[in-house]
């Protein structure tokens, strides 16, 4: 979800400037990027004695100076967005570099500064939240040994770490648009619309974070805004949509089938309204539709009684797969005359499955078929 949503965006090195806990005479050399004089002024060979806040701004000055703050937030967006190969040695239009000496480098400092979490500096949890993402993302980076469950879990746990470093961070700076947009992202789920591969369609999923969003762009950071004209999108499309589903429109009703059907696994009572939708557009002789729901009571809901008018329905609308479907039920229940007839009805309609089927009753006497949930 969250690669989809920043692939809408430009791309930006822009940053806020980095919140720091208000002491003198060392944070204001570190707020004035003077990282070199941080470490030699504020300091100290006794590093274990110094207050907490003072060890953290030495430690993210020699961070710093490896690798910047902009680079790190180069490195960071471009993670998030899915436009960064790793191990990369040159720069395309499309792709972020990223060392191996950058790998290194981030990965040390972070396992440093983690002690630093809950020391309420805001810096340092919007550090760790950053390299978390970057660290973890590549450390199983094209892994091709892990299956796709760990992979959605190692996604679950890379995020969890990443939106509690930010929530910290906001407590202690609330205003800031840059983590209200990044937390307000994750209140959003990306909507894909035809062919559309321009115009962002986003819904809301986490009210709490579309909130942070909100925030955002009223701050006018202008990713915010377009994330947001992207829920604007949305909406008026679903309200479209619904309209012309209300009227029967049956590419509506299609199409809002579609979306209840991808959410089957996680709601019966979405299987249910996709199944609605289809039959409604079915009934205003949507093929797409039907064919949907032929597949769906064979192999998903076993309703042979609902599978076979959906596939006569079909033969009704001149349709070589339901008359496909429907020979090879003749088949397996031994009529191999109306099994040839329904076989050849497809072949007049150019289907090329149709001339095999009949090559293969004519020599094996029986469709290739799987005929378990066909017999009778």
Request: with cysteine; glycine share 4%.
């Amino acid at each position: 979800m969250m690669i989809k949503i920043l692939l809408f965006l430009s791309f930006s090195l822009t940053t806020n400037e980095e919140p720091m806990p208000q002491n003198e005479p060392c944070f204001q050399l570190f707020k004035n990027k003077k990282y070199a004089n941080v470490i030699e002024q504020c300091s100290s060979t006794n590093f274990l004695n110094l207050p907490p806040d003072q060890k953290f701004i030495v430690k993210t000055s020699e961070l710093f100076l490896e690798v910047s703050y902009e680079r790190i937030n180069t490195i960071f967006y471009a993670t998030l967005g899915g436009r960064i190969n790793f191990l990369r040695t040159e720069n395309t239009s499309d792709d972020i570099g990223y060392t191996e000496v950058e790998k290194q480098v981030l990965n040390k400092y972070f396992s440093e500064l983690e002690r630093f979490k809950d020391t309420n500096i805001p810096l340092a949890n919007l550090l760790l939240a950053k390299l978390f993402y970057i660290n973890d993302f590549f450390e199983h980076y094209n892994d091709s040994t892990q299956s796709v469950d760990s992979i959605i879990l190692r996604q679950e746990l890379r995020v969890k770490y990443y939106l509690q470093n930010l929530e910290k961070y906001l407590i202690l700076q609330p205003v800031d648009s840059e983590v209200l947009y990044l937390l307000g992202m994750h209140g959003l789920k990306h909507e894909q619309v035809g062919s559309n591969l321009v115009k962002p369609y986003f819904s809301v999923i986490n009210p709490k974070y579309y909130n942070h969003l909100l925030k955002a762009a009223e701050m006018n950071h202008p990713k915010a805004m377009t994330l947001l004209q992207g829920v604007k999108n949305w909406e008026k499309f679903t309200e479209t949509m619904n309209q012309k589903a209300e009227s029967h429109d049956p590419e509506s009703l299609y199409k809002l089938g579609l979306r209840a059907f991808y959410k089957r696994k996680h709601s019966s009572k979405e299987f249910d309204y996709a199944i609605d939708y289809f039959s409604k557009a079915g009934e205003e002789g949507h093929i797409p539709s039907l064919q949907l729901l032929s597949s769906i009571y064979k192999s998903e809901r076993k309703n042979k009684e609902d599978y076979l008018k959906i596939i006569n329905r079909l033969v009704s609308l001149k349709s070589s797969d339901g008359m496909m479907q429907l020979g090879d039920y003749y088949a397996c229940n031994r009529n191999l005359v109306k099994g040839r007839e329904m076989y050849n009805r497809a072949k007049s309609l150019n289907d090329p499955l149709a001339e095999i089927a009949l090559d293969e009753l004519d020599i094996y006497g029986e469709p290739s078929t799987d005929c378990e949930f066909l017999n009778d």
